[in-house]
């Protein structure tokens, strides 16, 4: 579905046969629903590739599509337009719901550069990472302290004992691992500045430094959200 | 409007309703009885006399028969609506329906009423047609496009049901909508609202909760949850087992074996219920076989503990959409109550301490009649989708799918594709391979749900690829895309890339009727390709009214005479009159004013009956006698009036 048009190719228009570039959902000409375009997510909102993009903007112009080529518009239309509507709407969708979100869109976009992303953050990695070569260097040894505690923790569960001590001790990594996760954000986003701004090379540099703190982000979310379902339970 | 008309339809656990768009404003279109609401109740009348295929009944007819017949009646069928056979085990404990004895596993069940056998759809297929019906019988037209709502966390096969059941009623429907979202619709109407609102929308046999955020006409769902088994039924069935126990305990009567008296019995726990909304205590005082008499006190506050539990299952669906939506309850700006069960009051307290009203000065708004309120929205969304009207024209829904789509990965457990809460439409395209040399085919297996295991989640077809071009293991390249439309149904379509070949799909839903199985499930074709549609109206006007002048003849024969006036019997007479000199007449309009005349007249009449029928049942009368004994009432349009509150 993502594949990138380098340039646009002509498309004649169904209705009125003018030509338009295959990015459009509407005829500039005649107006008339077209079907789905080849575009990326970005294309569809007319938005350059960027990692920051004005949120509230994209939102209305999100309303603005949405009003014009919703199923709900085209319920008494012919087959193929109400098929059109229907493809252009969902793609439409998907494109706001990937890029309204900060790290579905890094994901996007990164994918979109050629980067090798491990395991997406679209909830396909459900189960907790425990391949421990995937450990981030510098957290090796708090992960292992963290794991045993875990452990105990729900051991004394089984049991059902109750240790304070444990618990304020799990309560604590939890702090630390989400400062942790707030820590990758800012470097993200100070990644993001630095693409959207730089050349070649300093896009090539910050594309990798940005596959590497989605790695360890998405160690460390599965890491709190684990401690979080321990003390929960 | 040269395509009809396109009515909003609310089909409900407890009743259904239609409505439509009058000017700026939606009506409810009442029914020949003059009540909005009918009862989702389909009953199958006797054989008649040499055979042949006897008559369906919908509505406060079928629902006497409740206790005359119970055997021949089916209520609350939407539990049922896209269920498979093992799933509906639980929920057939709890009514007194009966499965056709020669069900297999895999297929639609279907319920035994008298000598037939239906499928779900083809019940709610015969509300449906009620309801077209009575539209039909107000515009004096055809009506062939509607919108149905639907509970907002029904899944995919719950969904085709209820479409599937349009089609068999001889309805287009032009779109599925959810219930609080037509709620919120038929809301935000009247005024030009922006902020968050939440639905909490307690039916029958649904909970439902949404978030929606509006602005400049867009009503944008944030977020959904609830319980697709959870609603007043389950209260009236709390209150119906304690009196069904301590009948049992204390007085060795054993009514579970008699359906008719379980039935007036439920009708006596209902009516406690609704009286708990207004009164601190409500009574049971029924006479039972043995000439005991079975009394008991139900105060308020021991009622709010029985169903503390119940109500407490809303709480963790409300905490779940706020949490998805990535809102405090704080940052509601409104609430809108939905659905008949939101009048207990401690319903309305639990929503008050969840949403935090009070504190903030804030009270939930119920404006507009809850029972209404679903089937006014539908109407709205159906002016939309008319796209004939200032009104609604730049009004759009944006609704979300409320379970998250899966496919079976490995070892069993679930590769999620569309999360839940994605705006509809919505698609994902995913690629698959082959694993063997040479092999042609490839199962997919898509699921519904927020499991980690296939196995725990709701199975929602079998996708076979076929056709693939004998290539190397891992060669091939399908590419398939899955597509949740705006009614919040799947469509899936797949191509092999390499060889540039379609692969064949074979869908092959879990739970559902096949394409072929609708079409023979289409109730009377006569129905939909009829000419003449005047002719059809004469004709049922004059069997309504020769329906209820039967009834009123045998009247004075029954005890329930003699205790209305002369004033009262002299006015029934008077509309049988009337009635009787306009039947042979060729104006249906005016045979149906002279029904609904003689109808009121006689609503009195109906009441006492009814009450009598009731203690016939519970005394342990046989059926037959019981039947004998309602003479007249039983074929009067409103034998058991919908109970309203003050």
């Not at chain 2, 009540?35 to 008559?55: C, E, F, H, Q, Y």
């Not at chain 2, 944030?222 to 609603?231: K, R, V, Y």
């Amino acid at each position: 579905m993502l594949n990138v048009l380098d340039s646009a190719v002509p498309i004649a228009c169904w209705s009125c046969s003018v030509g338009h570039t295959d990015s459009t959902l509407f005829c500039p000409h005649c107006s008339k629903i077209q079907p789905p375009p080849g575009g990326d997510f970005f294309q569809v909102f007319g938005l350059e590739r960027k990692f920051q993009i004005d949120l509230p903007a994209m939102e209305h112009e999100f309303h603005r599509l949405s009003r014009k080529v919703h199923p709900d518009r085209f319920a008494r239309a012919g087959e193929n337009e109400r098929q059109w509507s229907l493809a252009d709407t969902a793609l439409l969708n998907d494109a706001y719901r990937t890029l309204k979100d900060p790290l579905f869109r890094t994901e996007y976009l990164l994918k979109l550069e050629g980067a090798e992303i491990g395991e997406e953050h679209a909830g396909k990695d459900r189960k907790g990472q425990k391949d421990p070569s995937r450990v981030p260097a510098d957290l090796l040894e708090e992960v292992f302290e963290l794991n045993m505690q875990l452990e105990e923790m729900r051991m004394a569960r089984k049991m059902g004992e109750d240790d304070p001590q444990l618990k304020a001790d799990l309560q604590q990594a939890e702090r630390k691992f989400e400062s942790l996760l707030g820590a990758v954000d800012n470097d993200l986003h100070e990644q993001w500045k630095m693409w959207d701004a730089g050349d070649a090379a300093t896009r090539q540099t910050a594309q990798k430094t940005m596959v590497a703190l989605l790695d360890r982000r998405r160690y460390l979310s599965n890491l709190v959200r684990d401690v979080a379902e321990t003390l929960g339970a | 409007m040269a395509e009809g008309r396109v009515v909003g339809i609310d089909l409900g656990t407890t009743n259904s309703l239609v409505a439509y768009m009058q000017g700026d404003a939606p009506v409810v279109i009442p029914g020949v009885d003059g009540s909005n609401l009918v009862p989702s109740v389909v009953a199958l009348d006797p054989v008649p006399p040499g055979g042949g295929r006897p008559t369906v009944t919908v509505g406060n007819t079928a629902r006497k028969a409740l206790i005359e017949t119970p055997e021949r009646v089916i209520y609350s069928v939407k539990r049922l609506m896209g269920r498979g056979l093992g799933e509906i085990q639980n929920e057939l404990k709890m009514f007194p329906f009966r499965l056709a004895d020669d069900a297999e596993a895999g297929e639609v069940p279907r319920i035994q009423l008298g000598e037939l056998r239906f499928t779900p759809p083809e019940i709610s297929a015969y509300i449906l047609r009620q309801l077209k019906r009575n539209a039909e019988r107000f515009f004096g037209a055809p009506v062939t496009q509607a919108v149905i709502t639907v509970p907002a966390y029904f899944n995919d096969a719950q969904r085709q049901a209820t479409k599937d059941a349009g089609r068999m009623a001889g309805l287009d429907v032009l779109r599925l909508v959810n219930e609080p979202t037509a709620a919120a619709l038929a809301y935000g109407l009247d005024r030009a609202k922006e902020g968050t609102i939440a639905v909490y929308d307690l039916g029958g046999g649904t909970f439902d909760i949404s978030i929606l955020k509006l602005r400049d006409g867009i009503f944008e769902v944030q977020s959904t949850n609830g319980d697709t088994h959870l609603g007043g039924d389950d209260i009236d069935n709390l209150l119906l087992a304690i009196a069904l126990d301590e009948i049992h305990a204390e007085h060795g009567v054993d009514l579970r074996s008699h359906p008719g008296a379980v039935q007036a019995l439920r009708k006596a726990a209902i009516d406690a219920k609704i009286s708990l909304s207004s009164e601190s205590v409500a009574r049971f005082d029924i006479e039972l076989p043995n000439g005991d008499r079975y009394q008991r006190e139900i105060p308020r506050d021991v009622f709010e503990l029985l169903i503390e539990p119940v109500l407490n299952r809303t709480a963790g669906p409300c905490k779940q959409a706020l949490a998805d939506a990535g809102i405090t309850a704080e940052q509601i700006d409104e609430v809108v109550l939905v659905g008949g069960s939101t009048r207990i009051p401690a319903v309305r307290e639990l929503v008050d301490e969840l949403f935090q009203l009070s504190p903030r000065g804030k009270r939930p708004h119920i404006e507009l009649n809850p029972d209404e309120v679903v089937a006014l929205g539908a109407a709205v969304q159906a002016d939309i989708l008319a796209g004939a009207s200032k009104t609604t024209e730049e009004m759009l829904l944006l609704d979300v799918t409320p379970l998250s789509l899966g496919i079976e990965a490995l070892g069993g457990t679930v590769a999620r594709i569309i999360q839940r809460n994605s705006t509809i439409p919505a698609s994902a395209t995913e690629h698959f391979t082959t694993g063997v040399d040479g092999q042609t085919n490839v199962a997919i297996h898509v699921v519904q749900g927020e499991r980690e295991l296939a196995a725990d989640c709701r199975s929602l077809a079998r996708f076979d690829l076929r056709g693939i071009p004998p290539m190397s293991a891992g060669l091939p390249r399908i590419e398939v895309k899955f597509l949740i439309d705006a009614d919040g149904i799947l469509q899936v379509t797949a191509r092999e890339q390499r060889s540039g070949q379609a692969a064949n799909i074979e869908v092959k839903p879990t739970y559902g009727l096949t394409d072929e199985q609708v079409e023979s499930m289409i109730l009377d074709s006569f129905d939909n390709a009829e000419a003449d549609f005047a002719k059809r109206l004469l004709i049922e006007a004059r069997n309504e009214a020769e329906t209820i002048l039967s009834a009123v003849e045998r009247a004075p024969q029954s005890p329930a005479w003699a205790a209305l006036t002369g004033e009262e019997q002299a006015a029934i007479f008077a509309a049988r009159d009337r009635l009787q000199s306009v039947k042979l007449g060729e104006d249906a309009k005016a045979i149906r004013d002279a029904t609904l005349a003689l109808d009121q007249a006689t609503r009195r009449f109906a009441e006492l009956m009814m009450e009598a029928a009731v203690s016939t049942a519970i005394r342990g009368k046989t059926m037959e006698a019981a039947g004998d004994d309602l003479g007249a009432a039983v074929t009067a349009p409103h034998p058991m009036a919908a109970a309203e509150f003050k």
